[in-house]
């Protein structure tokens, strides 16, 4: 059963540490809201003139005196401030939308950068790469940086604006009061830059332990049936319980530092501008200022301790977030080991499925000690139908893999009509081949939608054509909803049959000149795979197939049988002369079909 592993052994076992360079590495995505975020930031430089003019108006009616004889202009100041209110408002508002909005399309695009660039990633990566994690990275991580620039980004910068304005004022107010209030500054804002590396750090470890959650419980409702078929539930919920926590245990770590952060920030803050108010009564008692021009100084102090205090919230929030953008950036610059050519070749039309393993050699990255294929030569027509057999790890479907290009050779090549795959474009080379695995990947969509992925512009006419001639529309009939009806994630609600007789007409309805079939009708009863073998040699007619099997009645209608062993083809030929060589191919056959058949066969 699997367990939570260390977050170090996840995507990238080398982890980078945190830091606020991977929130620039998303600025360009954030520049696509170019016109957005120039608005926004006209509205911020209103709405923050207009709170900055407050203080000024309250200077001027405390020093005027609120005397009878004052009472028109009273009025009218009031009435002034009203609408500078309604400024306010109206700006403040418009900039919370605007910014909010550009949050919302930043993490819309960087979700569909990601989703797209994991599509170009090779099957190196989706080996040592875990489903839970990659999706917690797509949703969790990307909430982290929707904060950044959506309501963090718009507290900031009203703060910020208000800030630089409230100091400069302050300066223009009372130069004398103002320099002791700079002096502080410096003390409160050094120990939030030296904090807030270890909020960044214990973020992006917060963030790896609730990937780490996500992923084992992503693996064990997958496997629900498998785990109460071994009363694994309680096993399986202690176990997420104990990822919960912790996940739990490093965020509580996380916010207690940015809590503490934020309060000897705040504390500081208030207490300078405290310090300040005390110099200034005394100025105001010695005749040194008025009662007007200390409260305007104290209003616009006011504003930069608060401004200064909400920043230091949002400098934890920008720290939390930059652990979560390490951890993407860390996915957007994963390479694919299998590139695409600068310069690709295209295929001649119409293409010949002629297919050449020159000594191919080749490892699994994650087992690179052992070798799976060896010094590997073979040739396939135009047409030809070839059918690979051999004990398991032999290396049969590995010979599939490499001509699809899911790998490379670590030695050798392999040809397609002549021109060697790694000089193809992978979209040109992949089209012309279609696949049925023997595990198939089903969608947990409707039938019509999982037989319709192999060509998204198909009639249901077609569809249905192809449903026929794999044996599958009878038992699609039988569904509530026929073609319509939803089949649950992974095909669920299937049998292993009738998910490999979808995947078999997802072949057919692609229509290509070469065919590749791993074990495809394994999973069929005998009344069954006689009517789909009976589908599949017409499907074949004309086309390169390649054929990959354990029960070899199912090939024995093949113009040629390659016999591979430990990465190598040690036998080939036809049924009824590997049968007279009585090497291995014999020796297989006599275990599937008795000596009486061999018997018969000589």
Known sequence: MSKISDPSQSINSKKPKANFGSLRSLLPIVARQKSKIILALVALIIAALATLIVPLAIRRMIDSGFKSENADFLAQYFGALIAVVAVLALASSTRYYLVMTIGERVVADLRSAMFTHLGTLDAQFYDKAKAGEIVSRLTSDTVQIKSVFGSSASVALRNIALFFGAVGLMVYTSPHLSSLVLIAIPLVVLP???????????????????????????????????????????RVSEQFCDAS????????????????????AIFMIFASVVGVLWV???????????????SQFLFYAVFAASS???????????????????????????????QEPLDPIALQKPVQGIIEFKNVSFAYPSRTEAGIITGLSFSIKHGERVALVGPSGA???????????????????????????MALGLTDLRSNMALVAQEPAIFGTSILDNIRYARPLATEADIKRACEQASADAFIMRLPKGYATQIGERGVTLSGGERQRLAIARAILKDAPILLLDEATSAL????????????DVLMQGRTSLVIAHRLATILNADRILVMDQGQIVEQGTHAELIAKQGLYA??????????????AE
């Open 245 to 264: 926590n912790a996940a739990y245990e490093a965020a509580r770590v996380t916010i207690r530092s940015r809590s503490i952060l934020t309060g000897i």
């Open 192 to 234: 939030l830059v030296f904090a807030g590396r270890g909020v960044r750090e214990r973020s992006r470890i917060a963030q790896e332990r609730l990937a780490e959650a996500a992923n084992f419980a992503n693996e064990q409702i997958g496997a629900s049936r498998t785990m109460q078929a071994f009363s694994a539930e309680k």
């Open 587 to 600: 020796r297989l056959a006599e275990l599937q079909f008795g000596l009486k058949v061999l018997k018969a």
């Open 395 to 421: 290396g049969k479907s590995t010979v599939l893999q490499l001509l699809m290009r899911f790998y490379d050779p670590v030695s050798g090549s392999i040809m397609l009509d002549g021109v060697a795959l």
């Open 280 to 294: 200034g009564a005394q100025s105001v008692m010695n005749d040194e200022m008025s009662a007007g021009l200390l």
């Open 308 to 338: 200064l205090g909400q920043l230091s919230e949002v400098y934890g929030e920008l720290s939390s977030a930059a652990g979560a953008a390490t951890r993407l950036s860390e996915l957007l610059n994963e390479k694919p080991a299998v």
């Open 525 to 536: 009863d005998a009344e069954n795979e006689y009517l789909v073998q009976g589908a599949l």
